[in-house]
Nanobody, 123 residues
């Protein structure tokens, strides 16, 4: 079992910055992919950014050039989302997601989610 805990959300003015953190706990050797999703009120959940254990990244078009996903360790069990030049339309609950967890010789192909952290961009 894997537990994901996000932190770093809050209220920020337009043009400001925030850094979100997500840490996966458990007897983890590595995680194939960690991602950030977001869901605004009345909208579908959307992929914001993903990073693989090999370091490849992918971003939603709406955040390219403003957001950066990075790893906090070689296991890919800690990831960050640096959000710059925030806009009111970035307001949403941001959730961390883990896919493909390796435990030593074992492998878990379940998808795990964190509880989410609120990001509000408003003046």
């Amino acid at each position: 079992q894997v537990q994901l805990v996000e932190s770093g959300g809050g209220l920020v003015q337009p043009g400001g910055s925030l850094r979100l953190s997500c840490e996966a706990s458990g007897s983890i050797s590595s995680i194939n992919a960690m991602a950030w999703y977001r869901q605004a009120p009345g909208k579908q959940r959307e992929l914001v950014a993903v990073i693989t254990s090999g370091g490849s990244t992918k971003y939603a078009d709406s955040v390219k050039g403003r957001f950066t996903i990075s790893r906090g360790n070689a296991k890919n069990s800690v990831v960050y989302l640096r959000m710059n030049s925030l806009k009111p339309e970035d307001t949403a609950v941001y959730s961390c997601n883990a896919r493909g967890v390796h435990y030593g010789l074992g492998y878990d192909d379940n998808v795990y989610w964190g509880q989410g952290t609120q990001v509000t961009v408003s003046s």
